[in-house]
């Protein structure tokens, strides 16, 4: 059970992530598009969903969740 709570961990913090990485993005893809060409929300979501900014996020979502608990365990 308890290693079933440090996956559940994993999958957790590294979905949290992703979902700053994204909406990371999202706030600058808007805005950027947004003033330029008049461009939608829409849009913007459209533009930033793709297989690389996926392979992205998850990448740098698996290192922070690694520098994090490597953190935990040293303080």
Not at 3 to 29: C, H, K
Not at 38 to 53: C, D, E, H, Q, Y
């Amino acid at each position: 059970m308890k290693r079933l709570s440090r996956i559940w961990r994993a999958v957790i913090e590294t979905g949290f992530i992703i979902f700053l990485f994204y909406s990371n993005l999202l706030m600058g893809q808007f805005t950027r598009s947004n003033s330029v060409d008049g461009k939608s929300l829409l849009f913007a979501i459209g533009n930033i969903f793709t297989i690389t900014n996926f392979v992205i996020g998850v990448i740098c979502a698996l290192i922070g969740y690694i520098v994090v608990e490597y953190l935990r365990k040293k303080l």
